[in-house]
């Protein structure tokens, strides 16, 4: 019967891990925003950075054995871990943001190895320094095994279709690297009327938007045809932004000089993840992009992520062919399991 599937082995593209511990500085001179752990209630820490609790985390965050243990209620078999993304640390200098993004990187890669096959790898590059990015993404590809790599929605206000990060991606496709982007430090937080916890529920997915967008103005992917990369939270607003972009290009000479393909054609391309918490919005999702673009994601283990990602599919009324590409087979290819 429809729906009726058993809610297990799907993979999991968008969880987060910290560190238990952050390392020290090495170094003249500590940067103000080098992370740092402190105690808080039981089973949690809080994660300070520039003298402020950023964010108060529980165990599951670095406790390997809970987070397996969760997964099965989840329905999931196998789950992608990348960087909180306040820790991917572009606004530093790049010689400090390097020693820690290798931390975590190393971090990240002992936590897959105690997995027993359950957890895989998204590692973060210093992104201010397209160079340096490069050899780090090297780095976690050829010596740690990594499927990918994280990436914010902009780097220092500048978003990732921008021009100067073509050569990075170019390095992603020479690496056969999955992208993953996470949305940062957003545009138009002065513009939210409302407590802090607002960035994650109306900031994230706006910038998400904006970033998937540039992808497709500045033709990346007709540049790199090869390139897998995924946007999180369903790709933000871009689905309700694309029919626009889709009409503004037949309209306006000036877009389609610029723009080489059909902004929707270029849309279907991309991947994105299912964390939208509704089912109506599932199904939008994917009659706009294609069953074969769309694959879980949960933000697992903050507060703030989706409990029940394999029943929310089938709830969302999927046939089971469906049902199974939303589940694992879209995954599969986005990691390059499946080519």
Not at 227 to 248: E, N, V, Y
Request: aromatic share 8%; proline share 7%; hydrophobic share 40%.
């Amino acid at each position: 019967m429809r729906n009726m599937k058993p809610f297990c082995c799907g993979i999991d593209t968008h969880a987060h891990v910290i560190p238990e511990h952050f390392p020290s500085y090495i170094g003249a001179k500590m940067p103000p925003d080098w992370p740092s752990m402190a105690p808080a209630h039981e089973c949690h820490k809080n994660v300070m950075i520039a003298g402020k609790n950023y964010r108060t985390v529980s165990d599951k965050c670095w406790d390997i054995p809970k987070r397996i243990a969760d997964m099965p209620s989840m329905g999931l078999d196998l789950q992608v871990v990348s960087p909180m993304p306040e820790l991917l640390s572009y606004w530093m200098e790049t010689k400090d943001a390097q020693q820690l993004i290798r931390y975590l990187n190393d971090q990240i890669a002992d936590m897959v190895l105690q997995s027993n096959g359950a957890l895989m790898g998204f590692g973060a590059v210093p992104l201010q320094d397209v160079d340096m990015a490069i050899r780090e993404l090297e780095y976690l590809v050829q010596t740690l095994g990594f499927a990918g790599v994280e990436v914010g929605s902009n780097v220092n206000g500048k978003p990732i279709g921008a021009p100067e990060f073509e050569s990075f991606f170019a390095a992603c496709v020479r690496l056969n690297a999955a992208v993953f982007v996470h949305a940062i430090r957003p545009a138009g937080m002065d513009r939210l009327v409302g407590p802090a916890p607002l960035q994650q529920v109306l900031g994230y997915p706006t910038d998400v938007g904006l970033a998937a967008a540039s992808v497709i103005t500045s033709n990346l992917m007709q540049q790199h045809p090869q390139l897998r990369i995924a946007f999180s939270h369903g790709g933000g607003t871009l689905a309700m932004l694309l029919p626009r972009l889709q009409q503004g290009w037949k309209t306006f000479p000036a877009l389609q000089d610029s723009v080489s393909a059909s902004p929707l054609v270029q849309a279907r391309k991309l991947f994105y993840d299912t964390l939208v918490f509704d089912e109506p919005t599932l199904k939008h999702l994917v009659s706009t992009f294609g069953e074969t673009q769309l694959m879980i994601g949960t933000d697992y283990p903050f507060n703030f992520h989706d409990r029940t990602p394999a029943k929310r599919i089938a709830d969302a009324g999927f046939d089971e062919r469906v049902q199974d590409r939303l589940l694992r087979g879209n995954a599969e290819t986005f990691l390059g399991l499946k080519l």
